[in-house]
């Protein structure tokens, strides 16, 4: 009795599905060190002597480590103050844009309602708008309230600025969150807004963590309006770009690390929601 053939396996899909991985990989890879050299090479500077800054060609290990430039830097009148005023600029608007666009945002995704899609475009249009177009009629109206020259002035600026993206990425997250949740937290006793606050939120938090990321990242990095709608209490991307301008390369670099870092260790403390909001996307 003869055995039969053995049908040959073809590989090829196999071979071709690993090099497609394999070349995403390698992209992802390369993208990620042209976002990371950068900011490496300002950490190296912004911890290298001033002597070693005149070094040609710079090598790339930092080998005239020194701390005096950033403890000079840190020490200069104004910094402290300045990293202060934008801690609290940051989270001021993360927190008013949070409160105000959520609900927002989830009325945009759960009602229908006589013009919401040119709602939808305006929120765009007004994203789009320069900073000075804003930051300049701003200035006139804080000057009669008598909040020019304060954080809450710089934070009302940001919100103005944050808040159309912040209801247009809840509202995606929202209509992802299953009707049917909420509608069975009403029919066990929850009001609107207890079955919003017990169900919904939960369910959109890593959403929300998202967009948190973008509203802080651009309220730390602001610095045009900032300098605009403050003289004294200025945030410290604004006291940079106006007191640094004309200090030696050195200091330069220490104020650029100084703006870098406090955006890099947000978004590594808020990862994980972003990475768990990608997930419950794909499922």
Not at 88 to 107: C, E, K, Q, R
Not at 118 to 134: G, H
Not at 195 to 205: D, I, K, N, Q
Request: hydrophobic residues 55%.
């Amino acid at each position: 009795m003869s055995q039969p053939t053995p049908v040959p396996i073809d590989y090829a899909p196999l071979r071709a599905h690993k090099r497609r991985r394999a070349g995403l990989q390698v992209l992802c890879v390369a993208i990620s060190l042209f976002m990371a050299i950068p900011i490496y090479l300002i950490a190296v500077a912004a911890f290298s002597s001033r002597a070693g800054l005149n070094v040609f060609p710079q090598p790339l290990w930092p080998q005239y480590f020194d701390t005096e430039t950033m403890a000079t830097f840190l020490a200069s009148t104004g910094v402290l103050a300045g990293f202060i005023n934008s801690l609290y600029v940051g989270i001021g608007t993360l927190l008013v844009s949070t409160l105000v666009g959520a609900p927002a945002g989830y009325a945009l995704a759960r009602f229908a309602f006589r013009g919401k899609d040119p709602y939808q475009l305006f929120l765009l249009f007004t994203r789009a708008l320069p900073i000075v177009v804003l930051s300049v009629p701003l200035a006139s109206v804080f000057l009669t309230a008598g909040i020019f020259d304060t954080p809450l002035a710089v934070i009302l600026l940001h919100t103005a600025l944050a808040l159309p993206t912040t209801i247009l990425i809840t509202a995606s997250v929202f209509v992802s969150v299953p009707v049917d949740a909420e509608e069975a937290a009403r029919i066990f006793g929850c009001s609107p807004v207890g079955a919003f606050v017990r169900v919904v939120l939960p369910l959109a938090l890593p959403g929300i963590a998202a967009a948190s990321i973008f509203t802080f990242v651009t309220s730390w990095n602001e610095v045009l309006g900032a300098t605009i709608l403050t003289f004294t209490q200025r945030t410290i991307p604004a006291l940079v770009l106006s007191s640094l301008s004309d200090s030696p390369m050195a200091f330069r670099f220490a104020g650029g690390f100084v703006l870098v870092l406090p955006a890099l260790l947000f978004i590594a403390v808020m990862r994980k929601y972003l990475l768990n909001m990608w997930g419950t996307t794909i499922r």
